[in-house]
């Protein structure tokens, strides 16, 4: 059987989820560290791999994906997972609230981003402060159409808990008052207990030295 391979960096809110998925599944892999701040992701290696100069990028089953949510989707289909919903309007909402966070709150905050806002006289903590949240704003409302459960839709674990989490890290990273968004923390309390979640935190994997 091959290797499974992630291509990481430890406080990129897109490679955790990844992390976070593996583990729910049980998938051993080994981890190539990417580091973001040296500039690892524009260097030559790292652009043969993913030519956008990003993490993730995983070698598994033969193949290499990049983009978070495509390697979730494609672990939720070939390891029957059961991140989405079995009806259509179930996959809808999840993919809506998983979106919130992947494809519209995070994308703001990634550091290319925060690093040419701070360049032109935004500072890093204010920046990350706002659009922060200003995303959990909108994503608690989501949340509230669909209130039962104690994860973000019923009581499995979906592919929006997973992105949920990474970002919550970042919230607290950056001193986001949380008090505004009670059912995005009551949420992230019980998934920060479950031992996929606490294995893949970026503490726990941070490289040495």
């Known amino acids: 059987m091959e290797e499974t391979v992630l291509f990481d960096y430890w406080r990129s809110s897109a490679a955790y989820r990844v ?11 080994r981890t190539v560290s990417v580091d973001l701040l040296a500039g690892d992701q524009i260097g030559p290696e790292n652009l043969v791999r993913n030519p956008q100069g990003l993490v993730p990028t995983i070698e598994i089953d033969g193949l ?3 983009q978070s949510l495509a390697i979730l989707e494609y672990l939720n289909d070939t390891r029957r ?5 079995a009806d259509p ?6 993919r809506a609230l998983a979106y919130a966070v992947a494809v519209d709150l995070h994308p703001v905050c990634n550091l290319r ?11 890093m903590e204010g920046w990350m402060q706002h659009f922060i949240t200003l995303g959990l704003n909108g994503l608690e409302g989501l949340l509230h159409r669909n209130p039962a459960g104690q994860f ?21 990273r950056w001193a986001v008052d949380l008090s ?8 992230f309390a019980v998934l920060e207990e479950l031992l996929p979640f606490q294995m893949a935190h970026p503490d726990r994997v ?4």
Do not use: E
Not at 89 to 94: K, P
Not at 180 to 187: D, G, K, L, M
């Open 152 to 172: 973000c839709y019923g009581d499995s674990v979906t592919l929006a808990d997973i992105c949920l989490v990474p970002q919550i890290y970042n919230a607290h």
């Open 64 to 66: 290499r994906m990049t």
């Open 206 to 209: 941070k490289p040495a030295g």
């Open 180 to 187: 505004a968004f009670p059912r995005v923390s009551a949420i």
């Open 81 to 85: 997972a059961g991140w989405l919903p």
């Open 19 to 29: 992390r976070i998925a593996l583990n729910l599944l049980h998938l051993p892999y």
């Open 89 to 94: 309007a179930g996959r809808a909402v999840v």
């Open 113 to 123: 981003v925060a690093r040419h806002a701070v360049s032109l006289g935004a500072t």
